[in-house]
């Protein structure tokens, strides 16, 4: 059964993902899908089945439909699976429970890579998984 609200892209959208109340220092990834609700990704972080995060990232027009724009997104782990990666990596799935849009030169998003200006644009295509 399908339960997904909103359309899944395979976008490679570089981020950074922090788990929320915890010292565990935050890093950078990429998304393998991401949708208006929610996103996919691989981390090496520590985290479950309910783990609040916080994602920094470009959205990009094609989910939001506005011009691209840099996103603080809070949300929690619907999913966490060991995936083919370096050990300890796990496939993460995460949905949106809220979120601001950055904008000006004091975004959080500035000095990330991948986030900041002149970031190029996230690889993509459809997300043929069901």
């Known amino acids: 059964m399908e339960r997904r609200r909103t359309e ?3 976008l490679a959208i570089p981020l950074s993902v922090s788990v929320l109340n915890s010292s565990a220092p935050g890093h950078g990834t990429e998304s393998v899908n991401v949708s208006a609700g929610g996103m996919y990704f691989a981390t090496n972080l520590p985290v479950s089945r309910g783990t609040g995060v916080q994602l920094l990232f470009q959205m990009p ?4 439909g506005m011009p691209a724009s840099d ?3 809070m949300g929690h782990v619907v999913h966490a699976r060991p995936i083919r990666a370096p050990k300890g990596w796990l496939g993460v799935g995460v949905q949106f429970d809220c979120y601001e849009v950055v904008q000006g030169q004091n975004r959080p998003g500035a000095s990330l ?3 900041g200006e002149g970031a190029g644009s996230p690889r993509q295509g459809r997300d043929q998984r069901p």
Do not use: A, D, M, N
């Open 8 to 10: 899944r892209l395979k």
């Open 61 to 64: 027009e094609e989910v939001s």
């Open 71 to 73: 996103w603080v997104c």
């Open 113 to 115: 890579p991948g986030l």
